[in-house]
T-cell receptor
Framework: IAGITQAPTSQILAAGRRMTLRCTQD?????MYWYRQDLGLGLRLIHYSNTAGTTGKGEVPDGYSVSRANTDDFPLTLASAVPSQTSVYFC?????????????FGNGTRLTVT | AQKITQTQPGMFVQEKEAVTLDCTYD???????LFWYKQPSSGEMIFLIY??????QNATEGRYSLNFQKARKSANLVISASQLGDSAMYFCAMRGDYNFGNEKLTFGTGTRLTIIP
């Protein structure tokens, strides 16, 4: 089934450790996004990529980095995790050529930083 | 800056009744799009419905319709004949104008809907 795969599904991480959340899509979408979901705050954009080779900062980019080496993969890295990065992380993609195209989401990664 | 406001943190509705979930938005972009997503307790995000700012008619998708009032900057989701499976978190989101660099989706804080049997 076509879609977005995120890994891991969940993770407990010690503060100060480095962590990469993986995201792969097989829909050949040009645009990809990382959101974090926190209770009472909805979904907030961390980083995005409009096409392979380009990335941009979203609303809450501090402490996170991304890369987009190819169309399918969009990993999110926490260089040195802090407890405030405890959250559910969603990767999403869409076909940017159509304005009204919705975001397709992965199933999320639940990250706990202790 | 774009902003989405959902003022109802939680709602309880009797099964088979219609329910309206409120969403107001703020943007200065000349064109924009509004989306609704459903997030069941299993956690996945499900796209429900889209309304473009220049669409002449309100969007409908099965039991979902969007009550779009442009002058009031509101885009309320209406679910007719609610079912137990409609219990979920619902998010309103907006995409702004490409030409203004606002194409990224901005989400509201969500409304948790509980359908009572």
């Amino acid at each position: 089934i076509a879609g977005i795969t995120q890994a891991p599904t969940s993770q407990i991480l010690a503060a100060g450790r480095r962590m990469t959340l993986r995201c792969t899509q097989d829909m050949r979408h040009n645009a990809m996004y990382w959101y974090r979901q926190d209770l009472g705050l909805g979904l907030r954009l961390i980083h995005y990529s409009n096409t392979a080779g380009t990335t941009g900062k979203g609303e809450v980019p501090d402490g996170y980095s991304v890369s987009r080496a190819n169309t399918d993969d969009f990993p999110l890295t926490l260089a040195s995790a802090v407890p405030s990065q405890t959250s559910v992380y969603f990767c999403a993609s869409r076909d940017r050529s159509s304005y009204n195209s919705p975001l397709h989401f992965g199933n999320g990664t639940r990250l706990t930083v202790t | 800056a774009q902003k989405i406001t959902q003022t109802q943190p939680g709602m309880f509705v009797q099964e088979k009744e219609a329910v309206t979930l409120d969403c107001t938005y703020d943007t200065s972009d000349p064109s924009y799009g509004l989306f609704w997503y459903k997030q069941p307790s299993s956690g996945e995000m499900i796209f429900l419905i889209y309304q473009g700012s220049y669409d002449q008619q309100n969007a409908t998708e099965g039991r979902y319709s969007l009550n779009f009032q442009k002058a009031r900057k509101s885009a309320n989701l209406v679910i007719s004949a609610s079912q137990l499976g409609d219990s979920a978190m619902y998010f309103c989101a907006m995409r702004g104008d490409y030409n203004f660099g606002n194409e990224k989706l901005t989400f509201g804080t969500g409304t948790r809907l509980t359908i009572i049997p």
